[in-house]
T-cell receptor, first 114, second 117 residues
């Protein structure tokens, strides 16, 4: 079985500060990992995905994530937060063997302080 | 705008009723996915259709069913509705046709908010 755990349901950072959203996964097979963002009253938008190529994945809006197998982690970072980054962020996992079943974490709400 | 459309945007109904949610995928996408997002259950994958056929099933209740039509639009039917079915229902589409559907980027629609009273 696969699962993801997002540490911290709410993270608040100052504008211009580093953003770090934590995600740990559990998978008995090589995982595919995703980060999605959900702005208020909107659907989810893919930020980036890891599919067993480069371990450092760059996404849209300046976000990146690093796959660390030894730590079973896929944390999302952005060097400098912007007010427009305020949203809910979801980490998700699937695998080739699980077809298209994708498991989402419980989400982390990111707030940006002026 | 993801290119995925969902109707209606809001739906208010009573317990025991049946509703149909509609989704039109992005032009050219063959796969449609349905998700339920609620406060207590979070975001859950319900079901996927690929080119008219069911491909993957998640935590979909027996009271719920879906289908994908020849023009690739999809409908999610929810019957014998209960208060706990109140949620946001998202549709997503993908469709590169690659061998591993797991890595396809899914494009999400804006959702249908269902309220069961």
């Amino acid at each position: 079985a696969q699962s993801v755990t997002q540490l911290g349901s709410h993270v608040s950072v100052s504008e211009g500060a580093l953003v770090l959203l934590r995600c740990n996964y559990s998978s008995s097979v090589p995982p595919y990992l995703f980060w999605y963002v959900q702005y208020p009253n909107q659907g989810l938008q893919l930020l980036l995905k890891y599919t067993s190529a480069a371990t450092l994945v760059k996404g849209i809006n300046g976000f990146e994530a690093e796959f660390k197998k030894s730590e079973t982690s896929f944390h999302l970072t952005k060097p400098s937060a912007h007010m427009s980054d305020a949203a809910e962020y979801f980490c998700a996992v699937t695998s080739y063997s699980s077809a298209s079943k994708i498991i989402f974490g419980s989400g982390t709400r990111l707030s940006i302080r002026p | 705008d993801s290119g995925v459309t969902q109707t209606p945007k809001h739906l208010i109904t009573a317990t025991g009723q049946r509703v149909t949610l509609r989704c039109s995928p992005r032009s050219g996408d063959l796969s449609v996915y349905w998700y339920q997002q609620s406060l207590d259950q979070g975001l859950q994958f319900l079901i996927q259709y690929y080119n008219g056929e069911e491909r993957a099933k998640g935590n979909i209740l027996e009271r719920f069913s879906a289908q994908q039509f020849p023009d690739l639009h999809s409908e999610l039917n929810l019957s014998s509705l209960e208060l706990g079915d109140s949620a946001l229902y998202f549709c997503a589409s993908s469709g590169s046709g690659t061998a591993s559907h797991s890595t396809d980027t899914q494009y999400f629609g804006p959702g249908t908010r269902l309220t069961v009273l």
